[in-house]
T-cell receptor
């Protein structure tokens, strides 16, 4: 597609469940980023991939959060044992290199009941 | 550590008038980049404008300009000739150079354009 695609656009789950959020970056973009945005706040960095490897995962809040990008394109953010505090908009972005302009997807709104 | 501060939670502007959205930042890095993004209700973050810390001139992109005052550590966004479609959240962000493209965002300003 022409832009960054994130699926699903909305995810409702119950506390304690496992969820996967998918990001399909712009074709050819080597860098991929995950951000989390709580209501009324700016996005917060979670993790950055350069190719298949996580170049920086310092923003992941705890070990319940994990992300992969096995073939250097699509990425999946995985959250285990979800908690109500995980409810937020999860934004994915990609850039052609590690320095170019960031292009964001429309996000996945996660609601943990 | 980097910090971005946007002190205006909400702003009103009359259609066709100009508006300035404030942004101050704190960093000890000599080389950095400053960004403004627009987030409409659809949720997507839309890139507006970029200013490098060593750029001599203020950045401009169409109706958007960035008033960069390095000594004051401010990077205010000026939107000229406001349109109804400009109503959205606006975020200022900073990137530390040579550290990937990770952005630190401010808390945002909600701009409402009145007809």
């Amino acid at each position: 597609g022409a832009g960054v695609s994130q699926t699903p656009s909305n995810k409702v789950t119950e506390k304690g469940k496992y969820v996967e959020l998918r990001c399909d970056p712009i074709s050819g973009h080597t860098a991929l980023y995950w951000y989390r945005q709580s209501l009324g706040q700016g996005p917060e960095f979670l993790i950055y991939f350069q190719g298949t490897g996580a170049a920086d995962d310092s923003g992941l809040p705890n070990d319940r959060f994990f992300a992969v990008r096995p073939e250097g394109s699509v990425s999946t953010l995985k959250i285990q044992r979800t908690e109500r505090g995980d409810s937020a908009m999860y934004l994915c972005a990609s850039s052609k290199t590690g320095l170019g302009k960031l292009f964001f997807g429309s996000g996945t709104q996660l609601s943990v009941l | 550590a980097q910090k971005i501060t946007q002190t205006q939670p909400g702003m009103f502007v009359q259609e066709k008038e100009a508006v300035t959205l404030d942004c101050t930042y704190d960093t000890s890095d000599p080389s950095y980049g400053l960004f403004w993004y627009k987030q409409p209700s659809s949720g997507e973050m839309i890139f507006l404008i970029y200013q490098g810390s060593y750029d001599q001139q203020n950045a401009t992109e169409g109706r958007y300009s960035l008033n960069f005052q390095k000594a004051r550590k401010s990077a205010n966004l000026v939107i000229s000739a406001s349109q109804l479609g400009d109503s959205a959240m606006y975020f200022c962000a900073m990137r530390k150079d040579n550290a990937g493209n990770m952005l630190t965002f401010g808390g945002g300003t909600r701009l409402m354009v009145k007809p």
